[in-house]
């Protein structure tokens, strides 16, 4: 059974740097691998952040570069997304998703349930 | 980068058949895929590749492209098909993934 669960603080201050982490279960970062980061804000749409592969290659939105990185937990079953200068903007519910480098036909095909990062003095 | 346009809101009366487009992608080379997305819970896949279901999903649900245009058909809709729905592909570069800007489903 393949699970993502987000995990990290639900209220961050202004200028502040959020660290969120992806843990998986039920699948390895193993060839083809992805996983991704997805955001949503309150009533708003979808925008994907960020993609960690199975070697190493990192993508990240090109509006939001500059603020993101990705780093792999040791463990190899955790993805860490760390976002800086935190805008009440960035307020949203934070989604992590598994992806396949090899396939067009998707973006992520498991996510997890989301957690909601609320960005706030 | 690329943007997706969908239609902000369409409505379905019970039964009936709706589609969703997705407009702007470059589908000749990417296949679009769909997510179901209601409040609380993770999105979900819901069509993915030419017109592929994943396990479980009911195949009232299909997929299809033209051009730049992708499409979700709903064939029956029922009331549990209420939701947001929101189309992905790979941006122009192919090196990005971008979602469209989505649909809100209502069946009456």
């Known amino acids: 059974q393949i699970t993502l669960k987000e995990s990290g603080p639900t209220l961050v201050k202004p200028t502040q740097t959020l660290t969120l982490t992806c843990t998986f279960s039920?699948?390895?970062?193993?060839?083809?691998?992805?996983v991704g980061w997805i955001r949503q804000p309150p009533g708003q749409a979808l925008e994907w952040l960020a993609l960690?592969?199975?070697?190493?290659?990192?993508r990240y939105n090109p509006s939001l570069r500059g603020r993101l990185t990705l780093t792999k937990d040791t463990s190899e079953n955790q993805v860490v997304l760390t976002m800086t200068d935190m805008d009440p903007v960035d307020t949203a519910t934070y989604f992590c998703?598994?992806?396949?480098?090899?396939?067009?036909?998707?973006?992520?095909?498991?996510w997890g349930q989301g957690t909601l990062v609320t960005v706030s003095s | 980068s690329s943007e997706l346009t969908q239609d902000p809101t369409v409505s379905v009366a019970l039964g009936q058949t709706v589609t969703i487009t997705c407009q702007g992608g470059i589908f000749r080379s990417y296949y679009a895929s769909w997510y179901q997305v209601k409040p609380g819970q993770a999105p979900l896949l819901v069509m993915f590749g030419k017109n592929n279901r994943p396990s479980g999903i009911p195949d009232r649900f299909s997929g299809s492209r033209s051009g730049s245009t992708a499409s979700l058909t709903i064939t029956g809709a029922q009331a549990e098909d209420e939701a947001d729905y929101f189309c992905c592909s790979r941006d122009h570069s192919g090196s990005h993934l971008v979602f469209g800007s989505g649909t809100k489903v209502t069946v009456l």
């Open positions: 960690f592969y199975w070697d190493g290659d990192k």
């Open positions: 998703a598994r992806s396949d480098y090899y396939s067009d036909d998707f973006c992520f095909d498991y």
């Open positions: 039920g699948f390895s970062l193993s060839s083809g691998v992805g």
